[in-house]
T-cell receptor
Framework: DAEITQSPRHKITETGRQVTLACHQT?????MFWYRQDLGHGLRLIHY???????NKGEVSDGYSVSRSNTEDLPLTLESAASSQTSVYFC?????????FGPGTRLTVT | GQQLNQSPQSMFIQEGEDVSMNCTSS?????WLWYKQDPGEGPVLLIA?????ELTSNGRLTAQFGITRKDSFLNISASIPSDVGIYFC????????????FGAGTTVTVRA
């Protein structure tokens, strides 16, 4: 069955370190998204991509980057992790029927 | 993204009750979606609505795309304990823009 996976599921890192969160989907969707979810803020869009080599900033993109070298993967990189980036991160992909979410990565920056 | 106002913020259900929640926006949307999120998991798509006035069911769930294209509601009939969770509405503003705007969520809890 087609699916979307994220790794790692949990990560603890130190302030200032570079961190990459992986997202892989097997639906062959062109559209992929990264969100963060925090209490009181709901789901906020970080970056998104509508196809290979296409990347766009979302509403909370500062301190994050993405790259899209193939259809299946959209890794999210935190260039220099900050405590404010402690959150739960969700990757999603979509076709016309709506976005399908991964299981999430809980990131703690100490 | 555009602000979606989702209400109520939280609700308590008793098994067997019908419950309802809604989402409104100041802007029109091309598509309305409803998601459910269980603790420790990602949101799961429940229902997608593509046309103004559309009424769609998925088991005990029924959702409608408002005729003004600025609102949507979700009904759960004969609620059961596994209905607890957070329900999110989401809207897609244009057919060629796949980004979604999300409501803040409705937390559904079982009444003790």
């Amino acid at each position: 069955d087609a699916e979307i996976t994220q790794s790692p599921r949990h990560k603890i890192t130190e302030t200032g370190r570079q961190v990459t969160l992986a997202c892989h989907q097997t639906w062959n969707h062109n559209n992929m998204f990264w969100y963060r979810q925090d209490l009181g803020h709901g789901l906020r869009l970080i970056h998104y991509s509508y196809g290979v080599h296409d990347t766009n900033k979302g509403e909370v993109s500062d301190g994050y980057s993405v790259s899209r070298s193939n259809t299946e993967d959209l890794p999210l990189t935190l260039e220099s992790a900050a405590s404010s980036q402690t959150s739960v991160y969700f990757c999603a992909s979509s076709d016309r029927a709506g976005e399908y979410f991964g299981p999430g990565t809980r990131l703690t920056v100490t | 993204g555009q602000q979606l106002n989702q209400s109520p913020q939280s609700m308590f259900i008793q098994e067997g009750e019908d419950v309802s929640m809604n989402c409104t926006s100041s802007s029109i949307f091309n598509t309305w979606l409803w998601y459910k999120q269980d603790p420790g998991e990602g949101p799961v798509l429940l229902i997608a609505l593509y046309k103004a006035g559309e009424l769609t069911s998925n088991g005990r769930l029924t959702a409608q795309f408002g005729i003004t294209r600025k609102d949507s509601f979700l009904n759960i009939s004969a609620s059961i304990p596994s209905d607890v969770g957070i329900y999110f509405c989401a809207g897609q503003p244009r057919s060629n823009d796949y980004k979604l705007s999300f409501g803040a969520g409705t937390t559904v809890t079982v009444r003790a």
